[in-house]
């Protein structure tokens, strides 16, 4: 009986962390994913490397 009681623990504890790190009712928003894709294209452009640095 305590195997299931540990075993429903666990599963409600991994049902919590889920749903805080990934909540249902998020919309996606594309000025933040336009955003977040010109901070990576900075990000390659300053650290890619060229030929000289290999």
Known sequence: ????????F???ILASAKL???PP???KDPKE???QMEY?????KKHE???KEK
């Open 20 to 22: 805080m790190l990934d």
């Open 33 to 35: 994913d336009e955003e």
């Open 25 to 27: 009712d998020r919309k």
């Open 10 to 12: 666990c599963a409600v």
């Open 49 to 51: 490397r060229t030929d």
């Open 1 to 8: 009986m305590e195997i299931i009681g540990i075993v429903l």
């Open 40 to 44: 990576l294209e900075a990000w390659k």
